[in-house]
């Protein structure tokens, strides 16, 4: 079993910025990638940023382009989460997750494909 604990969510204007972190503890050895996803009332879950174990490689959605880094601290296995530009659209519960997969859809993430996650933690933007 992973445990995932995340914090860092939060209230902020519309171009605002915040930094989440997810820190990962029991038996992490076997996972090979993590990241995140977000859940707006109302909406399907969608995947924003996953890492892989050696740091090497990051995917992120559209949206999260060019305005939101992922990027992890192995030594203390935390993930982190770089949200810049928020905009009001990016109101939702940001969760942690972490997969253990061989392989891994290749065009988007897909969250069905990661089959650990944490509490979440809410991040509300407002305009």
């Known amino acids: 079993q992973v445990q995932l604990v995340e914090s860092g969510g939060g209230s902020v204007q519309a171009g605002g910025s915040l930094r989440l972190s997810c820190v990962a503890s029991g038996h992490t050895y076997r996972r090979n990638r993590m990241g995140w996803f977000r859940q707006a009332p109302g909406k399907e879950r969608e995947g924003v940023a996953v890492?892989?174990?050696?740091?090497?490689?990051?995917y992120y959605a559209d949206f999260a382009k060019g305005r939101f880094t992922i990027s992890q601290d192995k030594a203390k296995n935390t993930v982190y989460l770089q949200m810049n530009s928020l905009k009001p659209e990016d109101t939702a519960m940001y969760y942690c997750m972490t997969g253990d997969r061989a392989y891994y859809s290749a065009a988007t993430i897909v969250v069905d494909e990661y089959n650990g996650w944490g509490q979440g933690t809410q991040v509300t933007v407002s305009s």
């Open positions: 890492i892989n174990s050696s740091g090497l490689n990051t």
